[in-house]
């Protein structure tokens, strides 16, 4: 059984229902149980729980329904367009009526369609018993449902191969989700009263267009208007409030930073401070934040805070993330929360203007062309996870093993990767990010984090005219020579300081492998404990030890943290989502030690031990 949700992860709606043939009276009940198990009783006091009536045209239909909202006024289930169950938008902007909602479910002649947005920014997860299909925004609302809920084994490999659980997948085997920019249908029989799919469809393609755009003049151009008309979208509805900005001081944060003062918005910024200089993003946001004029607050993200955010963390994420941005995001989004209602965020502009790994992924596709008797391509972006995959001998205990012998980790790619979109290699490799890295992790973790703390999140690089118009550009724009993101500095050099601009790419430095072999080396003991893993029958017991060791393949320097770090995040969503019997601990590794003299240890083991 699912633990409760708490309180802050249900700032803004979420929402819960069935659809199907059975007793109406049967399932109202099961739903206001499910809710008494799921949601602790302060938050049930701000839910709204209602059935909507049959209309006109289903009179005859034997099919019933409900839906519970938790934390939305009734006002707004009110406007719900005709024949729609639910619909949920992270900006809280009021998309409802244009067909632009982040997630819905709807219903109409006999068929329940649950959908998605392309972008990913809220989940939704479903599952059939017998016939009728109940469906929720958050994996933990559905876990009441499920008597025994089991760990989906193919989902384990996912995760230790990408650090997210890959869709349709979710952690639990019994429970399913819809993926981003698909629509799965269910078609309801009143003969024999069953419901079964019909099929899922994609509702967009990100492909390349078959004019492309070559003048670096006009493209600078386009995309300069294209910018702002996606903030003035994003800004409608405010007032005269202040919003914030979690400003990394990289290239996309501060661009909506900038945009966001242009168009006369008051900006509040906030950054994340490591307490290490080397490290640290304090010096570009605080350059930024001076250029624009607008307060910027540093958030503490030392390890003492982040020791204390990781159950906190793992219940707003409601899924297992294993990226080491997780608990820092949570900490500014924390403390944004405390000043402002909207968060803009500059997620998407990566996966947009060809920022990451395109460089070497390109000389692996060209280098297949020339050897293709080489790895798979899907190989090749594979390892720019930087995950284990690849580790699974020493990764899992003998009977998951076994268990994962039929899955190939390349099916969950060649979806994305699919050539048939795309000529360009470059627009291939953007249409895999978007779907991937994008849609599968950045986007739903940072929305989570946000609504946990009653933000409405906000990405002005998720519009869909601006990403549209990014396949209609030249991917000599997109990356010259070594410059990635061309098009887009270009664009912007007028905007912002050119240190900005120009600086190199280097992504979020969260100085793990320092925090898991020093301040956070006993966390590693509580969670990884031998003991616990040899009993939970999933990770090989002394994993932990090896990897902090030096001694687990070819895993160094920042991969050791990262890492420990991702499956630390899976044992602590396992506490959070499902609990734990009492753990059984061991005292066969070197973590109950002090982080000097385990350090030391395993220094010596490792002189003298064959792991």
Known sequence: MGQAIPLSALKLHEVVGYWGYGNQSSLEQRLTDMLSHCVEPRSRRDSQSF?????????????????????LPQVDCDRLPTETLAVLSASGLPRCSDGCADAWVTYHNHRLC?????????????????????FASR???????????????????????????????????????????????????????????????????????????????????????????AVARQIADLTDESVGVLL???????????????????????????????????????????????????????????????????QALDSPFGDSVTVPLFLLMQAASQ???????????????????????????IYQVEHPAEAPFEQQYLRTFHRLWGYEQQLFQP???????????????????DPTFSTALLHRLRRATLMLKGAQNIHPRATKLGTAHGLRVRSPFCDLALAQWSFQVSGTLHLQAACEKYILKRAVEAWLPPAIVWRQKRGMGVPLTSWCLNELWQELGVWLNPGHLRAQGLWQPHVATR???????????????????????????????????????????????????GRFYLQLQRETTQW
């Open 399 to 417: 009977e998951v093993l076994t268990q994962l012998t039929a899955i190939n980790p390349q099916n969950w790619l060649q979806d994305a990767l």
């Open 339 to 365: 000043e402002v209602q909207v968060i803009f965020n500059g997620e998407g502009g990566d996966q947009l203007f060809a920022g990451w790994t395109n460089k070497p992924l390109i000389a692996a596709g």
């Open 248 to 314: 990394s001081g990289g290239l996309d944060s501060s661009i909506v930073a900038a945009l966001l003062v242009e168009a006369g918005v008051k900006v509040r910024a906030y950054t994340l401070d490591f307490g290490l200089g080397d490290l640290s993003e304090y010096p570009y946001a605080e350059q930024v934040a001076e250029f624009l004029n607008i307060p910027l607050v540093k958030v503490d993200a030392s390890p003492r805070c982040i020791r204390q955010a990781l159950m906190a963390t793992a």
């Open 114 to 134: 649950l959908g998605r947005e392309p972008f990913g920014h809220v989940p939704l997860c479903w599952i059939q018993m017998g016939q009728v299909v109940w």
């Open 139 to 229: 994996l933990s609302l559905l876990l009441p449902l499920v008597a025994t809920p089991q760990i989906s084994m193919p989902a384990v490999y996912g995760y230790s191969c990408f650090s997210y659980v890959p869709t349709p997948l979710t952690p639990i085997a019994q429970i399913r989700s819809i993926a981003a920019g698909t629509e799965q249908v269910w078609i309801a029989d009143d003969t024999s009263e069953t419901v079964a799919v019909h099929g899922t469809t994609r509702s967009l393609e990100w492909q390349e267009a078959p004019d492309q755009i070559q003048d670096e003049a006009i493209a600078i151009a386009q995309l300069r208007s294209l910018l702002k008309e």
């Open 547 to 597: 990897i902090a060791a030096g001694d687990f393949g070819t895993l160094q320097g920042r991969r050791i943290g990262e890492s420990l770090w991702l499956l630390m995040m899976w044992q602590v969503w396992h506490h959070a989502a499902l609990g734990q019997t009492e753990p059984m601990f061991s005292f066969d590794h070197p973590f109950w030690l002090p982080s000097w003299l």
């Open 51 to 71: 059935t909507l009536e049959t209309t006109a045209s289903n009179r005859a239909a034997k099919c019933v329904w409900g839906v519970s909202y938790l934390g």
